[in-house]
């Protein structure tokens, strides 16, 4: 079965090139089903790889497709790994995707572009399946850029709407500030290892000079910072949720965006070599955590709240890998995808029934109108603010203890960090669906459960939000860990943890205490006290005007890089290029003409002149001749 | 013998199209075109099964007192040019279909001459040979730009012929230089491999002279910063199809003319001014693409854009290792086929809409979903996005450079993130947004463009996907450089 | 020594003949003079040519002579074919009114 392993990325790529071709021409329910059934199908596959791999002795299957680039010394075979890491990650993409493709189904029904959508759609999937199977770095760097197209495209989905599509470019360019380091960190493991396979560059790691080793690790987290959108290339995010609600909850919430960690998992050797790159990506990690979750707190638009949070959610997973807790971020990878994909399409229930509103001001009091939406959606809220037993708490749990093993510093900003997520969760659950209807009359009429299309995915990543959490059960509750234990072979473990038990049990407590601490304040604040966020135009306070402008990050931006750019570009342009560069070509040009000008005055045509000029001529070479 | 073929077909084919009227011209060329290609296909295939067949070489004498010879041969590179020149050629040619040129006879004669003189570069074994070639590739494109171009043709095309005129100048006196060196049992000769042995005998001082001779003749035809600025002005001025063959083929004399005529010649003068040579490069490169960003004329940007995409060739050949030359080779290819389709983009918007100025357009995507499509994936090729074409000569370009400075590259990738931001904003303008009040319905496109526009995409896609037929050559090739380098 | 005469006298009398030439066509501005000067000129080569033949007892210099007369012949009668459509058009044959090819 895992040798089937090509037809797993296959299945979606011919989902992509039928409707693709053929899109306008067959009716949307064939295209939607074509699109899930090939996602699907993969899914299934995947399963059944899944288990063969976990009864199998042998955890690392390579099976070579074909030979790509070859140049000398660099050997780049289209090769694909079967391991426990990306057979995981397999689960989550076609599972994952397989229930957002059945939601778009209803989501999108109403769409023009219906076809185009479950196109982009299948593409992403199929460049997020090479991503996570690549046997090198390349072969990541394939679908790392692939899912960045497709995650272009889907934003601009409607590319009728100009801020749309500044969205999408800035997605675009923005990864590929990221990908420019991938890039260069890639062509160093090369040239330091002579390959980019993964097992041959892991087994030669230990014998190369740590600097290098660093160097390595930072141009790739480069990368990283890109895709998952960390601290300072973040800022795409939260603006590509311009794109349809299934695509934040695929593309921006449980697949793509974890790339990111996908890839320093990968190359966690680097990471456990490397002191500084680690306490990097753990600092830069738990700054973006904080700082997303800060400016979560005043979003209004309900999708930019959850931007923030994974943003923020993201954020921690860093922490943990820059902690070396590899395993535990890759649970709260799992855990994340199941409850952020579920908001997400929460979200997208809501904006449904609202008939497009986004702005939580107008909200309120939907919880009795859309009951399955409002259900599944408390939790995941309860999921991600981390409340036992529900999958959340374990997985950020598990980052935190490791954390604050590590440097009590970090994990105290990550339990910040994990508060602030709670309260602005809870503000968004809050002034969502408690309270009265503050939308127009219209919208209040319109109201209305969504298809069961929609809500079926809702109920499912419900169940998996609640139950997530067994995948990874603390160890010293001797229980067993799957998730650690699954990934044994892939990571590069480092000693086993030696806090003792009551540091852990307080730690766990003071989490539980925090986040009921925090949503019984949100509960004040926004239940009883029934305060409602300002309105566009009001006076704010001085920080939460700091705060609800993003601290200004996009202008700061727009006025050290983008205005710059242009300036210099039209600057290189009318004077550099034009003026002096061409001057002076032109220069020549005309220094060559005007002494040819003043030559031609002598040319008066009186054949006298000629011939005494002649003859001074030749008496004056015989001169020459004659005296030297 | 073969390639002699392949030299002397266009030229009767050419000759043979002046004597056509009208329309029959072109439907001449094009069949010619195709016979030429399938030509060259029979080389690749002659090759593929045995590098030294001897069809691929000819040798006659010439004159015989200066030690010239007619001697053309085809080896790796030389084979991947003619198949890039053999396949753009009808393209470029089916691209015209639907522009009404005066005196088709002409226009089309002149491409089949030029399609000669360019294959003869690419073949020439002997440097007096390749001079000829070179400076005879020089007329056909004086006056197809001259005859059929735009506005202020005159005065843009004069300079782009004596810009390259004066650069070749400083070639000619390279190669006799070098020639005066050749000592073959007391005579000289022009034979590659005796001006490569004349060359490494010199001095690093004479080295370093001869290097710079060449390499402004090679780099004003690329054209390398700061020798570009005749560059932008011809190709926007230039009918569509001279700006496809200037940008698509006739520039890869100058990247072929670096590889094959001025590398293994002065190993000394690289050594020394390898290094200048690529930091102007890589200079262009970024100088180039951040002009680009503020370009309002669709066509200019892409001129700006080869510009940058040339630089990263030329960094990648002088970095003079095997990634660095094969993916300067197989950018070679690739540019050559993805900038003919974004110009052909531009000629077909221009041919559309009566405009270029990308702020006058937008919207077109709702108005015609599959060129919005065929736009976008040659465009991707263009930023190289892996599995399109572009991105197997980009990584592999970028990697040479690595290995020669590690700086270099991080420079020479800022085309990665420049490239998406001209390109995707040039997207946007262009074809997302709302309908334009000012441009007028886009309808759908004529046969030809989509025949054309689709085998450029299948094109992008297939040697992205799966490079290796091409790749292979460009690899044996780049071994048999390489072992005259060392 | 050519009969008793030394080369001397022929190089300066050529040279003579040469001079004169050379500032009749600077000097005048006729254009049948300066054609006869022109002509002188050539005769005073012939004549040195000649003379250097005899010296070296080698024939090569008189069979120069004949060539350049031949062509002097016919120069000749090409110039004055010349001058005379010029005279029929311009009414002149003054050199230095004939300067239209200046522009």
Same mark, same amino acid.
């Given at each position: ?9 296959? &299945? ?35 399963? %059944? ?16 497709? #074909? ?46 572009? #219906? ?5 982009? %759609? ?6 997020? %399946? ?7 770095? =390349? ?8 899912? @960045? ?30 990908? %420019? @380091?991938? *890039? ?9 290892? @002579? ?15 740590? /600097?290098? +080793? ?6 790739? #987290? ?72 800060? +400016? ?19 954020? *921690?997973?860093? =922490? ?15 855990? /994340?995808?199941? &409850?952020?994909?579920?908001?997400? =399409? ?99 009429? /319109? ?25 990874? =059960?603390?160890?010293?509750? /001797? ?71 993003? &601290? ?12 710059? *750019? ?13 003026? +002096? ?42 001169? *020459?001749? #004659?005296?030297? | ?486 | 020594? $050519? ?19 050379? $500032? ?72 230095? $009114? ?6």
């Amino acid at each position: 079965m895992i040798k089937l392993i090509g037809l797993v990325p296959l &299945f979606p790529l011919i989902g992509f090139l039928i409707n693709g071709f053929f899109g306008k021409k067959i009716s949307k329910g064939l295209s939607g089903i074509i699109a899930s059934v090939s996602i699907l199908a993969s899914f299934i596959l995947s399963v %059944l790889i899944f288990m063969e791999l976990n009864h199998s002795e042998n955890k690392s299957h390579i099976v070579n497709l #074909f030979s790509w680039i070859n140049s000398d010394t660099l050997i780049i075979p289209f090769e694909l790994l079967v391991d426990p890491l990306s057979s995981l990650f397999l689960l989550i993409i076609t599972g994952i995707g397989f229930l957002i493709h059945i939601y778009s189904i209803g989501y999108m029904s109403h769409d023009e572009g #219906f076809a185009r959508f479950f196109t982009y %759609l299948n593409l992403f999937v199929f460049f997020m %399946l090479l991503l996570v199977l690549g046997n090198n770095y =390349l072969i990541m760097f394939v679908g790392w850029e692939g899912v @960045g197209l497709c995650s272009y495209l889907l934003i601009g989905f409607w590319f009728k709407n100009t801020a749309y599509n500044n969205a999408a470019r800035k997605a675009f360019v923005m990864n590929r500030i990221g990908d %420019l @380091g991938f *890039l260069l960190g890639i062509i160093l493991v090369f040239v330091t290892f @002579g390959s980019i396979s993964y097992n041959e560059v892991f087994a030669k790691a230990g014998t190369v000079p740590t /600097h290098v +080793i660093t160097c390595i690790a930072l141009l790739l #987290f480069v990368g990283a910072m890109g895709k998952s959108a960390q601290l300072p290339l973040y800022t795409w995010l939260p603006d590509a949720m311009a794109g349809p609600t299934p695509v934040s909850a695929l593309i921006h919430a449980a697949t793509m965006v974890t790339a990111g960690i996908y890839m320093i998992v990968r190359s966690n050797v680097f990471y456990s070599i490397s002191e500084v790159a680690s306490e990097t990506v753990a600092i830069v990690g738990v700054i973006t955590a904080l700082f997303a979750a800060t +400016i979560g707190l005043f979003q209004n638009d309900i999708k930019k709240i959850l931007a923030y949070s994974t943003v923020s959610q993201l954020g *921690l997973m860093f =922490l943990g890998l820059g902690v070396g807790a590899y395993s535990s971020s890759v649970f709260h990878v799992t855990t /994340h995808a199941f &409850f952020k994909a579920l908001l997400f =399409l929460g979200a997208g229930s809501v904006i449904h029934a609202m008939g497009g509103e986004q702005d939580i001001r107008k909200m309120g009091g939907l919880s009795s109108k859309i009951k399955i939406t409002f259900i599944t959606m408390l939790i995941g809220t309860i999921a991600i603010s981390g409340i036992p037993p529900f999958s959340g708490f374990f997985s950020k749990d598990e980052i935190l203890a490791h954390a604050y093993e590590h440097s009590p510093v970090l994990w105290f900003f990550g339990q910040v960090a994990s508060m602030l997520t709670a309260f602005y969760m809870f503000r968004l659950l809050f002034l969502t669906f408690y309270g009265k209807f503050r939308g127009t009359h219209d919208q209040e009429h /319109h109201l209305h459960e969504s298809p069961p299309s929609m809500t079926f995915p809702l109920i499912v990543l419900a169940i998996f939000s609640v139950l997530g959490g067994l995948l990874g =059960l603390p160890e010293f509750w /001797h229980m067993p860990n799957w998730m650690a234990n699954n990934l044994e072979t892939v990571i590069l473990r480092k000693d086993p943890s030696t806090m003792p038990h009551e540091t852990e049990w307080m730690l766990m407590g003071i989490a539980v205490l925090a986040a009921i601490a925090t949503i019984y304040f949100a509960y004040i604040v926004y239940m009883q006290k029934k305060t409602l966020p300002l309105k566009e135009g009001d006076k704010m306070p001085g920080f939460q005007k700091l705060v609800y402008n993003k &601290f200004y990050v996009d202008e700061f931006y727009n006025a050290v890089i983008t205005k710059p *750019l242009d300036v210099l570009s039209v600057a290189f342009h009318k004077f550099f290029d034009i003026q +002096i560069i061409d001057g002076i070509v032109n220069g020549v040009g005309s220094a060559v003409k005007g002494i040819g000008s003043g030559i031609r005055l002598l040319q008066q045509g009186n054949i006298g002149f000629y011939v005494i000029s002649m003859v001074i001529g030749i008496v004056f070479i015989m001169l *020459l001749t #004659f005296l030297i | 013998m073969l390639t002699a073929l392949l030299i002397l077909f266009p030229l009767l084919a050419g000759l043979l199209v002046f004597f056509v009227k009208g329309n029959a011209a072109r439907n001449l060329a094009l069949g010619f075109s195709i016979i030429e290609f399938g030509l060259a296909l029979v080389a690749f295939c002659m090759f593929k099964h045995n590098p030294d067949a001897c069809m691929l070489t000819f040798d006659h004498a010439w004159v015989k007192s200066l030690g010239i010879h007619f001697s053309v041969g085809i080896d790796g590179m030389a084979l991947l040019m003619i198949m890039l020149t053999t396949f753009l050629v009808p393209l470029i040619i089916l691209s015209s279909f639907k522009n009404d040129y005066n005196n088709p006879n002409n226009f089309y004669g002149l491409i089949l001459l030029m399609q000669m003189a360019l294959v003869g570069v690419f073949t020439a074994n002997d440097g007096f040979l390749f001079y000829v070639f070179w400076e005879l590739a020089l007329i056909p494109i004086y006056f197809i730009c001259l005859l059929w171009g735009g506005e202020d043709r005159g005065r843009i095309t004069f300079k782009f012929f004596v810009y390259t005129l004066f650069g070749s100048l400083f070639m000619l006196v390279g190669l006799i230089y070098l020639y005066n060196h050749t000592n073959v049992d007391g005579l000289k000769s022009w034979a590659v491999q005796d001006l490569y042995n004349a060359g490494r005998a010199l001095t690093e001082t004479q080295q370093s002279a001869v290097f710079w001779m060449i390499f402004i003749a090679f780099a004003i035809k690329m054209p390398v910063f700061p020798l570009h600025t005749w560059q932008p002005d011809t190709y926007v001025t230039a009918p569509t199809q001279g700006t496809m063959l200037l940008s698509g083929i006739m520039l890869k004399m100058g990247t072929f003319g670096v590889i094959k005529w001025l590398l293994p010649v002065v190993p000394l003068g690289l050594e020394k001014w390898g290094g200048t040579a690529i930091a102007l490069s890589v200079v262009g490169i970024v100088y180039a693409s951040i002009i680009a960003i503020s370009q309002k004329d669709f066509k200019r940007l892409i001129a700006y854009s080869s510009i940058a995409h040339v630089g990263l060739i030329s960094a990648g050949i002088l970095s003079a290792n095997q990634q660095g030359i094969q993916g300067a080779i197989m950018q070679m290819l690739e540019h050559g086929v993805n900038v003919v389709g974004l110009f052909f983009i531009a000629d077909i918007l221009f041919r559309h809409t009566g405009t270029r100025e990308m702020d006058k357009l937008g919207g077109i995507r709702g108005m015609n979903g599959n060129f919005a499509v065929l736009f976008l994936i040659i465009l991707l090729g263009s930023v190289a996005l892996p599995l399109t074409n572009g991105f197997v000569g980009e990584f592999l370009l970028i990697n040479g450079v690595y290995q020669f400075s590690a700086t270099m590259a991080a420079f020479a990738g800022l085309t990665v993130i420049l490239g998406a931001v001209y390109m995707l904003r040039a997207y946007q303008k262009i074809m997302l947004g709302d309908r334009n009040d000012s441009n007028v319905a886009f309808g759908s496109l004529a046969g030809t463009d989509k025949i054309v526009l689709s085998i450029i995409c299948v094109v992008v896609v297939a040697f992205g996907v799966y490079p290796k037929p091409l790749n292979d050559v460009a690899e044996e090739a780049v071994k048999m450089i390489m072992l005259n380098l060392k | 020594m $050519i009969n008793g005469i030394s080369i001397n006298y022929y190089l300066l009398l050529s040279a003579v003949l040469f001079i004169i030439g050379a $500032i009749g066509v600077m000097a005048r501005r006729n254009s049948i003079i300066i054609f006869m000067c022109i002509e002188l000129m050539l005769n005073a080569v012939n004549l040195l040519l000649v003379a250097f033949s005899t010296l070296h007892a080698d024939a090569s210099g008189q069979v120069f002579v004949f060539f350049i007369m031949a062509v002097a012949a016919a120069e000749v009668a090409v110039g004055l074919a010349i001058l005379s459509m010029i005279y029929r058009n311009v009414k002149t044959i003054d050199t230095d $009114i004939l300067s239209n090819l200046k522009n």
